[in-house]
């Protein structure tokens, strides 16, 4: 049964407060009478009233400054700035591609009528004028041979000084206009150089071909020696006086050897040649 279990534990527990209140009593026996032991009740008394409110406390101390917040959201966007200033100008670019071939124009609107093309005149007078040219150049050549008094062959330039002087001065002579007294080496040379002669009315002139340095040993003034040409009159060079250590060219083409102080007429060549 329930019932008299709970008694029971009650009957206890008064037992146990009646017994604690006698040892407590036994103890403070010292106590005014007015004590709370002038009872032997020791439970708690009813709740008091609710206190005054208190006074406001003082402001507290400062707190430590906290830890760094979170990155705040993205504001809005901000209203647009002023326009910058007109940037430099940059450098050239490189050339663009070609472009497409453009379409093609619109034809052009019809010509007048042509006149007849006279091509044979135009033709007549281009031959007029070679015809002129060609002229021109004979004129020229016959300047330079005649007036002048110049003959060429590939190579060289030939001409008379009409000036009277012996070898050594005539050699002079010539070399001063940058060439030397003429050198027949072949009988094309020696005709061409005779028949200058003769066309120019001449008897004799001196030619580059001496034996100064040795008798009977005939030289050019460029110091070669004669070699398979020669062009010796008949009897020549006879060394007649003793002393002809010099050669003249006849107009016949026929060379003497002839007294190196004679004072004739000379025959200078030129080559063509840069030098
Ligand atoms: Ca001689
Ligand atoms: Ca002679």
Not at 200 to 212: A, S
Request: a positive charge.
């Amino acid at each position: 049964m329930v019932y008299p279990r709970i008694l029971q534990m009650t009957t206890y527990v008064a037992l146990l407060v009646v017994f604690l209140g006698h040892i407590s009593c036994s103890e403070i026996e010292n106590r005014s009478v007015s004590d709370s032991c002038s009872t032997h009740t020791i439970l708690p008394g009813p709740k008091g009233d609710v206190g005054e409110k208190g006074d406001p406390g003082e402001f507290g101390k400062q707190g430590k400054e906290g830890p760094m917040g979170s990155k705040g959201n993205k504001s809005q966007v901000g209203n647009s700035g002023d326009n910058g200033l007109l940037g430099k100008i940059g450098p050239i670019g490189a050339k663009g591609d070609k472009g497409y071939k453009g379409t093609p124009g619109l034809p052009g609107g019809k010509g007048k009528t042509g006149s007849f093309c006279d091509c044979g005149r135009y033709r007549k007078f281009v031959g007029q004028l070679d015809n002129n040219v060609a002229r021109l150049k004979s004129s020229l050549m016959f300047v330079k041979n005649v007036i002048a008094g110049i003959r060429e062959t590939d190579e060289k330039f030939y001409y008379i000084v009409k000036e009277e002087r012996n070898y050594r001065d005539a050699l002079t002579q010539c070399r001063i206009r940058g060439g030397t007294l003429a050198m027949p080496k072949d009988q094309a040379t020696n005709s061409l150089i005779s028949d200058y002669i003769s066309k120019t009315g001449l008897f004799r002139v001196f030619i580059g071909i001496n034996d100064i340095e040795k008798e009977k040993q005939y030289m050019y003034t460029d110091n070669t020696p004669l070699q398979n040409f020669s062009s010796w009159k008949a009897g020549e060079p006879n060394d007649g006086s003793g002393y002809e250590d010099c050669v003249e060219m006849q107009s016949t083409g026929d060379w003497n050897d002839v007294e190196c102080n004679l004072t004739i007429y000379f025959m200078c060549e030129f080559s063509k040649k840069a030098k």
